[in-house]
């Protein structure tokens, strides 16, 4: 089990640049073939790596969002990763969106995580 904050960091360092380039091949790599996740958007969903590859390349082409406020954590079986998600509405108004990644990795390879985002019901003022 991968338990050097180093590789840890080198890990989420990568998964994160090549989900926000929609790199495919890179995603594929990163991730266990066995890898399992979930999300509670859309009222929670389980996660596959096809179906990360497929979220990856729909954010890419039809959203324009920064992350904002990121804090990682290096956990002894992987890393925790808070955020804010900043994007408008169609109407052109700001929507934040805080978040929360807990992440496994093994042999240099995310195993598993759970993602929680906290998705306004309401316009935001």
């Known amino acids: ?28 790599e ?19 790596v096809d179906s990360l590859v497929t979220g990856a390349k729909w954010e890419a082409e039809n959203v324009d969002m920064t992350l904002d406020e990121v804090r990682r954590h290096v956990t002894d079986q992987g890393f925790v990763r808070q955020f804010v998600i900043r994007l408008a509405n169609a109407e052109g108004n700001p929507i934040e969106i805080p978040g929360c990644l807990v992440a496994l990795v093994v ?11 906290i998705v306004p019901t309401a316009p935001q003022e």
Request: proline share 2%.
């Open 30 to 48: 990163v991730l266990a073939p066995d890898f399992e996740g979930w999300s509670s958007s859309f009222g929670g969903r389980d996660l596959t």
């Open 107 to 117: 042999d240099g390879r995310i195993t598993r995580f759970d993602e929680y985002l």
């Open 1 to 28: 089990m991968t338990t050097d904050q180093a590789s840890i960091e080198a890990v989420a360092d990568r998964f994160f640049a090549v989900y926000a380039a929609a790199d495919e091949h890179g995603i594929r």
